[in-house]
């Protein structure tokens, strides 16, 4: 019988492999992004709970994730303007006031940047033509309802 631990970390390794043997390597768009969502709710509970250790460490993984959305993908076929310019015009403000409200401790500044943020997010794929992708904050225990999948606005 094969443990479940084994059938669990089985993708982890194989995506470590693949890594790890080819130097050319480009994770896509789709996966960077789905990366930036699951953060991004990460976020905004590390916030609500006042784990501000935990909320700057995902605002350093946020950035980290945009810094590689404009070193994989600087320009993206649907997208009328380069991302290379986009995310960092949109998303440097909103990423330095989290910063700010999470060095401060501030809850409320947090949730004001929190929604500057995920105005920031939608604002850029508005422009990118990916409109109908809308990110909200979380509403329940699920990592996934930061997003609207009922449509765009």
């Known amino acids: 019988m094969i443990h479940r631990a084994l059938l669990v970390s089985a993708p982890v390794v194989i995506a470590l492999t693949v890594i790890g043997c080819s130097a050319s ?6 996966e960077l992004m789905n990366f930036t969502q699951i ?3 990460k976020l905004w509970f590390a916030g609500q709970e006042q784990n ?4 700057q460490y995902e605002v350093d993984e946020l950035q980290e994730g945009f810094d590689d959305v404009v070193r994989f993908h600087p ?3 649907d997208s009328p ?9 949109i998303m440097t403000q909103p990423l330095g006031d989290l910063r700010s409200a999470i060095r401060a ?3 409320q500044a947090f949730v004001a940047a929190y929604d500057e943020l995920t105005a920031g997010c939608n604002s850029c794929h508005q422009a990118a033509n990916f409109g109908f992708n809308v990110v909200k ?4 225990a699920s990592w996934f309802t930061n997003q609207e999948f009922t449509g765009g606005p």
């Open 81 to 89: 303007l380069p991302l290379s310019l986009l995310v960092p015009k």
């Open 105 to 107: 401790h501030d809850k």
């Open 39 to 41: 953060r991004h709710a």
């Open 52 to 55: 501000w250790q935990l909320a």
């Open 25 to 30: 390597y480009r994770p896509g768009l789709g």
């Open 75 to 77: 320009s993206h076929k």
């Open 137 to 140: 904050r979380p509403s329940g």
